[in-house]
């Protein structure tokens, strides 16, 4: 499985930015699929996830603000983020689980300046 994403940038805090995440298959096939961000000097920490019902939960410090969501039809997850913040900066991670096997994509910087 190959997770492709996409969409960072840098922009100024109050913006908008949108992740994609391409998968190498139908993303309805995982359990979970996520996105995942690391700040600098932080550890890993959970943003959102979409289980394979569409059920999300969403890390607290980004409800309201970040949307998660699946496409069928290209088979991506996206992240709509909202109103971004200097502590939203971060490298964006998609995740995709499925049973006990976690896939990693590569990360996409996100830079928000004040």
């Known amino acids: 499985v190959q997770l492709q994403a996409s969409g960072g940038g840098l922009v100024q805090a109050g913006e908008s930015l949108r992740l994609s995440c391409k998968a190498s298959?139908?993303?309805?096939?995982?359990?979970?699929m996520g996105w995942y961000r690391q700040a600098p000097g932080a550890q890993r920490e959970l943003v959102a996830t979409?289980?394979?019902?569409?059920?999300?939960t969403y890390a607290d410090s980004v409800k309201g603000r970040f949307t998660i969501s699946r496409d069928r039809g290209d088979n991506t997850v996206n992240l709509q983020m909202n109103s971004l913040k200097p502590e939203d900066t971060g490298v964006y991670y998609c995740?995709?689980?499925?049973?006990?096997?976690?896939?990693w994509g590569k990360g996409t910087l996100v830079t928000v300046s004040s």
């Open positions: 298959r139908n993303v309805f096939t995982f359990h979970y």
């Open positions: 979409v289980a394979n019902r569409g059920s999300t």
């Open positions: 995740n995709a689980r499925r049973a006990s096997i976690s896939y």
